[in-house]
T-cell receptor, first 111, second 113 residues
Framework: DVKVTQSSRYLVKRTGEKVFLECVQD?????MFWYRQDPGLGLRLIYF???????EKGDIPEGYSVSREKKERFSLILESASTNQTSMYLC??????????FGAGTRLSVL | ELKVEQNPLFLSMQEGKNYTIYCNYS?????LYWYRQDPGKSLESLFV?????AVKQEGRLMASLDTKARLSTLHITAAVHDLSATYFC?????????????FGKGTRLHILP
């Protein structure tokens, strides 16, 4: 079974902190994604990556950056967390047959 | 800019009824996905539609794609309570090696026993 693992299910951080959200997939997928999910807004694409060290901005990249140093790992970075970044963050990878696999999500609260 | 619009955003229906969720998108794409999300859970892939006229069925759910109309539908037949969930469609703009996948806002489906 494909596995997409997000390092934390819940995180509580303070405004201004630097936050790292880690995502690892074990199926050698090239494409990986970070979304945030907010009530009434669905999933919004923050960043995506199609290969190591390659990244593309999604629809809402402001306040975020990403890192893809290894194929299996795609990290989302909040350089200076703000309260409006409180959200559920979902990582996904895209496999064969165009099936996107999601991690369990990280619920981030910024106080 | 790609926009993906689902409607309705919320649907409450009786068991045994039929209904259709619509997904419209604003730019050319021939890849569309449907997902299910249960409360507190992550997303589960339901269907992958890869060509105009594609139709896929799984149990009481059937999805179709019309790329010319930029429309996909998810049809529910004789709904049962277990189908209560939020359903998302997502559109893939595949360019070279990039796959940019954009989601609709989701349709929360509540099926009354």
């Amino acid at each position: 079974d494909v596995k997409v693992t997000q390092s934390s299910r819940y995180l509580v951080k303070r405004t201004g902190e630097k936050v790292f959200l880690e995502c690892v997939q074990d199926m050698d997928h090239e494409n990986m994604f970070w979304y945030r999910q907010d009530p009434g807004l669905g999933l919004r694409l923050i960043y995506f990556s199609y290969d190591v060290k390659m990244k593309e901005k999604g629809d809402i990249p402001e306040g975020y950056s990403v890192s893809r140093e290894k194929k299996e790992r795609f990290s989302l970075i909040l350089e200076s967390a703000s309260t409006n970044q409180t959200s559920m963050y979902l990582c996904a990878s895209l496999g064969m047959k165009n099936i996107q696999y999601f991690g369990a999500g990280t619920r981030l609260s910024v106080l | 800019e790609l926009k993906v619009e689902q409607n309705p955003l919320f649907l409450s229906m009786q068991e045994g009824k039929n209904y259709t969720i619509y997904c419209n998108y604003s730019t050319t794409s021939d890849r569309l996905y449907w997902y299910r999300q249960d409360p507190g859970k992550s997303l589960e892939s339901l269907f992958v539609l890869l060509s105009n006229g594609a139709v896929k069925q799984e149990g009481r759910l059937m999805a179709s794609l019309d790329t010319k109309a930029r429309l996909s539908t998810l049809h529910i037949t004789a709904a049962v309570h277990d189908l209560s969930a939020t359903y998302f469609c997502a559109v893939d703009i595949a360019m070279n090696r990039d796959d940019k996948i954009i989601f609709g806002k989701g349709t929360r489906l509540h099926i009354l026993p």
